[in-house]
């Protein structure tokens, strides 16, 4: 069988986003990231919340679920755990995902689903017309907030390795080669993996031409293994790293509940369901 191209990943629905969106980039990165691992349509799950990017599943050629606000990963993980051949991957907003989903966050990376979250991080609510969200920067104007924001910006990356996130990454939507080939060492990671991805809204919070400067690759020679190493690229604010922050490899959570389950099978702790009714009669 051929390998499957990038284009042929995508569906002829065309893309609900505005010319110029950073979306786009993001998009073309997953379907070369596809391609590169040559994922079979019939084995892959993309599940979206709310916002923008909610709308990228029907874009790509595969099985599709779009949640409700903020619970991409309880429903990307329960996906995983009913199929653990399928390639699943979730995709999501800063708003959706650090705000009202954010809880949900250090108990996946506790679990460590095998699934990869990719979030289109613009620094707004570009959907609802560009309120402040949980990356905008204190003091930011906007419709909802004409004096100016009085929260700090939540720092995505440190936060996921604060987490103990078992892959952590940052990339650029503007980089889309450079965005691909992280997305591809996401997937070849067996775990739960977070890539913050930088995705400007080009009507909200047009921000293409101050991040350049700002964007810097993390050093060759960082130790992904070393936790304490990732928070210090993390926390440096005068650049923005993209690359992998943090990696580390530990068992999945598909593995180990079924193996929980075959272990209480052998072990004849798993009654019959007439045996447990058996107790009400």
């Not at 799950?45 to 991409?72: A, D, E, M, N, Q």
């Not at 009085?150 to 990339?171: G, H, K, Q």
């Amino acid at each position: 069988m051929p390998k499957i191209s990038a284009q042929e990943y995508k569906t002829k629905i065309e893309p609900v986003w505005c010319p110029g969106c950073g979306d786009f980039g993001v998009l073309q990165a997953i379907c070369n990231a596809l391609s590169a691992k040559d994922v079979d349509p019939k084995n892959l799950v993309f599940t979206s919340g709310i916002g923008c990017s909610g709308r990228l599943p029907p874009y790509v050629k595969s099985y599709g679920f779009h949640t409700v606000h903020g619970r991409v990963l309880p429903i990307a993980t329960g996906i995983k755990l009913g199929n653990p051949n399928l390639t699943v991957v979730a995709v999501g907003g800063d708003g959706d995902a650090f705000a009202i989903g954010g809880g949900h966050i250090p108990h996946t990376a506790r679990r460590n689903p095998d699934i990869k979250y990719i979030v289109m991080d613009n620094g707004t609510y570009g959907l609802t017309k560009g309120q402040a969200s949980p990356t905008s920067p204190a003091g930011m104007k906007t419709g909802a907030s004409p004096y100016g924001t009085t929260e700090i910006p939540l720092n995505p990356i440190a936060m996921a390795i604060a987490y103990d996130c078992s892959f952590v990454a940052r990339a650029y939507s503007g980089k889309a080669k450079e965005l691909a080939e992280i997305i591809t060492k996401a997937m070849d990671h067996r775990g739960f993996a977070l890539i913050d991805v930088i995705s400007p809204c080009i009507t909200f919070y047009n921000t293409y031409k101050e991040l350049p400067p700002r964007l810097a690759s993390i050093p060759e020679d960082h130790d992904r293994a070393n936790r304490a190493k990732a928070f210090e690229l993390a926390l440096d604010t005068s650049k923005l790293y993209l690359g992998i922050f943090y990696q580390q490899e530990r068992p999945t959570y598909e593995s180990r509940l079924h193996g929980l389950a075959d272990r209480a099978g052998e072990s004849g702790g798993v009654p019959r369901l007439d045996e447990i009714l058996l107790e009400f009669t």
